[in-house]
Nanobody, 124 residues
Framework: EVQLVESGGGLVQTGGSLRLSCVAS????????IGWFRQAPGKEREGVSS????????IYADSVKGRFSISRDNAKNTVYLQMNFLKPEDTAVYYC?????????????????WGQGTQVTVSS
């Protein structure tokens, strides 16, 4: 059974940091690109960041460039999202997803497997 389990969310003040983790099982982890997405209430799910199967390529949404950093440890089947200088507009449920997109790397439609999400709330 394919599983992606996110953790590390919580409540933090503006300017604070959080580190999200995504632990995967049930598929060949190092054969998949992993993306982080987020969805705020009343908004579409949007791509935040993505990392290639071996970690050599990363991309970020403009809204998080310079503040968020994605990494992965294939030995642990885990992907991380380090989030610094958090803002209230970063408040959302954060999801990790696995897929094999070759284009539109932050498009949710390009990913096959999804986790249940973890809530991140940034207070002003």
């Amino acid at each position: 059974e394919v599983q992606l389990v996110e953790s590390g969310g919580g409540l933090v003040q503006t300017g604070g940091s959080l580190r999200l983790s995504c632990v995967a099982s049930g598929f060949t982890f190092d054969g998949y690109r992993i993306g982080w997405f987020r969805q705020a209430p009343g908004k579409e799910r949007e791509g935040v960041s993505s990392i290639s199967s071996r970690g050599g390529n990363t991309i970020y949404a403009d809204s998080v460039k310079g503040r968020f950093s994605i990494s992965r440890d294939n030995a642990k089947n885990t992907v991380y999202l380090q989030m610094n200088f958090l803002k209230p507009e970063d408040t959302a449920v954060y999801y990790c997803a696995a897929g094999k997109p070759t284009v539109y790397l932050l498009s949710k439609n390009r990913y096959d497997y999804w986790g249940q999400g973890t809530q991140v709330t940034v207070s002003s």
